[in-house]
């Protein structure tokens, strides 16, 4: 098992810096400059647009400027934003929770829908259930995000007035941030005396929509995965043995089949479980929510060069690391995938 998980460490290195590369190079060959960006009218003078760019470093080769990148990424140093002068990591920290809270919401949503769609569907094998559960997922997989986000805006929040159009919580709520999760910090004892359990109602009404945005995507591959899964295991013998018996057939799909139908369907969870987070890209832009996805479309129109390079190296850093412990249960369950 560590030889196994010593291998898998040694192939990250050439992930993390390939991608490092890639994000690297891939926005300077973006149209734009971030130093006239940032002075805008004042950038016409010469002397003050170069001296701004050799305190930025930009006026280096751009080896030069990767080397130095890469050193200081090392050391746990990803430079300072050059519009806010924030620390990059200390940005990403602040905002991260809300794109967490929102993943962890979308997947949430997608299991406790997906996984029965997938066993009803399973069960119902080609009748009417089944078509329509696994011609809904497809539609369901097929769909924009931004696209379906709209949809729902105009829908929930314009038409019917049910739900917010944007952000986390109502303007007229003040929150202390103590775990930077929204749910969480609005139901501590602080917040519950001061203003009752409102917050947390409106901070449960701005993440309905972003999650089940979000959350569409996840929701169809579970459905499908959940019904491929399930059908090659009640096509087992020990399950035929269990319906001979006389068994309740709630207790078949229960007790024998989910149980063993699950195991790759965990997988799945983990797996998307990154590409939710790069999925979050779209949706906070669309819901004007507060997380890193919103953070870097603001950075890349901006060109903030810092920000781009150390947000998409962090969030590759996270999936790699979680690709990584899926194969590591994967490797405890199923001892074969270690050779």
């Known amino acids: 098992m560590l030889k196994f998980l010593f291998k898998k460490l040694l192939d990250l290195i050439p992930t993390l810096v390939g991608i490092s590369i890639l994000s ?25 647009y170069s ?12 080896y030069k400027q990767y080397a130095t990148f890469i050193g200081n990424a090392i050391q746990g140093d990803l430079g300072k934003s050059i519009i806010s002068k924030r620390s990059v990591v200390d940005e990403f920290f602040s905002r991260f929770p809300a794109t967490l809270e929102l993943g962890i919401c979308s997947l949430i949503f997608a299991a406790l829908l997906g996984i029965p769609f997938g066993i009803l ?9 089944d078509y329509f559960l696994m011609g809904g997922s497809l539609v369901g997989y097929s769909m924009p995000i931004f696209w379906w986000g709209l949809i729902l805006i105009l829908f929930f929040s314009v038409q019917l007035g049910i739900t917010p159009v944007s952000g986390r919580i109502g303007i007229m709520f003040e929150v202390e941030t103590v775990t930077g999760f929204m749910l969480i910090d609005t139901l501590l004892p602080q917040t519950l005396n001061e203003e009752g359990i409102g917050p947390f109602l409106s901070a449960l009404s701005h993440l309905v929509l972003p999650a089940i945005a979000m959350g569409t995507i996840p929701l169809a591959v579970m459905a499908r995965m959940t019904r491929s899964s399930m059908l090659e295991v009640l096509g087992e013998d020990y399950i035929r043995t269990a319906k001979a018996k006389g068994l309740p057939i709630r207790k078949i799909i229960g007790i024998h089949a989910l149980r063993n139908a699950l195991i790759p369907i965990v ?18 832009t669309i819901f ?6 919103k953070w870097l479309v603001a950075s890349i129109n901006g060109r903030d060069y810092p920000v781009i390079q150390g947000g998409i190296l962090f969030i590759a850093t996270m999936i790699v690391i979680i690709n990584l412990l899926v194969d590591l249960v994967y490797a405890v369950a199923n001892p074969k995938m270690r050779s």
């Open 24 to 48: 690297f190079v891939l926005i300077r060959l973006v149209p734009g400059d971030p130093v006239m960006l940032m002075l805008g009218e004042r950038g016409a003078d010469p002397e003050v």
């Open 51 to 62: 001296r701004m760019k050799s305190e930025l470093g930009l006026d280096q080769p751009m």
């Open 121 to 129: 569907a399973a069960v119902k094998r080609n009748s009417f259930y």
């Open 267 to 284: 997988t799945i969870i983990g797996l998307m479980f990154g590409s939710i987070i790069t999925g979050a890209i779209l949706t906070e």
């Open 288 to 293: 004007s929510w507060p997380g890193i996805g």
